[in-house]
């Protein structure tokens, strides 16, 4: 009596994957093919696919109620796509060569994560970039966010300089590199002077706009940081126009310190440029905090008005 039981229940074990597709289980046992996953017990099965449901709604329940979660999830998220996309589009940008053009490529791939991370971009003032040859574009810098919203303001042929340390990132460095990415090491001042001399020159040659972040780092969106001198001195070396553009406070979505991140609104406003024909070395210092003073002014006023709003 006792093996009829033990009989009835190895068979009973096999009974789910067989009555539920004996086709197909007969055709897998005929060729070999997964013979231990099909026995799965029925009761194993759901509670591997109660415990992935209740991870899911955990991860959900925390997303919606932890602001710490949502930040880092977001984060991860913001990382991970560059990382996912970085690799997708590389062949594109390697049939291309080393060119301006996939300046084009990496614009349209950051566009969808706006989306996904609910960050609505406005851009004001983009009468302002109607500009005939080379100029030189200086933004502030406050967070990661930037690489995001950045986009939706770059005009044609331009390129953004870049910390050194992005070139080695994998195979986003390698896109940036192929996007023709200034590269300087903020450590070694004598060589970023050097590479940015290079670039007044290729600027004429090759037609190319310049967006430099002349903080340097990044201010997390609360203050705007005193200007390196060096985008001054290569729009004065290479006599072509500042255009300033201040990208609003990320503060009442992005916040790194109390781990918030949250949707949110981002308004880009372009300046009217600043001429820079008959200026010498001697005037950069000038130049440069005339333009900071002007771009700080508007900074705080987008500041101002989030507030009002929140």
Request: charged share 20%; glycine share 6%; with cysteine.
């Amino acid at each position: 009596m006792g093996s009829w039981h033990m009989g009835h229940w190895g068979m009973h074990r096999q009974l789910p994957a067989q009555i539920l597709c004996p086709v197909l289980y007969q055709s897998l046992a005929d060729l070999g093919g997964l013979p231990l996953l099909l026995p799965l017990d029925l009761m194993e099965l759901s509670l591997v696919l109660g415990n992935l449901l209740i991870l899911i709604l955990t991860g959900l329940l925390m997303y919606y109620y932890s602001a710490t979660f949502r930040y880092y999830t977001k984060v991860t998220v913001l990382d991970g796509y560059l990382i996912a996309i970085s690799i997708v589009s590389l062949p594109f940008f390697v049939a291309h060569g080393r060119t301006v053009e996939n300046m084009r490529i990496i614009r349209t791939v950051m566009c969808p994560i706006r989306y996904l991370l609910g960050i609505k971009v406005k851009v004001q003032g983009k009468e302002n970039l109607d500009i005939e040859g080379p100029y030189v574009i200086v933004a502030n810098h406050q967070s990661n966010v930037d690489f995001i919203v950045m986009f939706e303001a770059l005009p044609e042929r331009c390129v953004t300089v870049a910390k050194k340390e992005i070139l080695y990132m994998g195979t986003f460095g390698l896109c940036c590199w192929l996007s023709k990415f200034i590269f300087i090491d903020r450590r070694k001042t004598d060589r970023a002077i050097s590479v940015m001399s290079k670039v007044a020159q290729t600027m004429h040659q090759e037609d190319l706009r310049v967006w430099v972040f002349p903080e340097g780092t990044r201010s997390y969106g609360t203050t705007m940081l005193p200007f390196k001198h060096g985008a001054f001195h290569l729009a004065v070396q290479a006599q072509v126009p500042v255009v300033p553009v201040v990208l609003s406070s990320y503060s009442t979505f992005f916040n790194r310190e109390n781990k918030r991140f949250t949707t949110g609104e981002c308004t880009i406003q372009i300046l009217p440029h600043v001429q820079t024909q008959e200026l010498g070395p001697d005037d950069v210092p000038r130049l440069t905090e005339c333009v900071r003073q002007t771009m700080l002014t508007t900074f705080q006023k987008t500041l101002e008005d989030a507030r009002e709003h929140t």
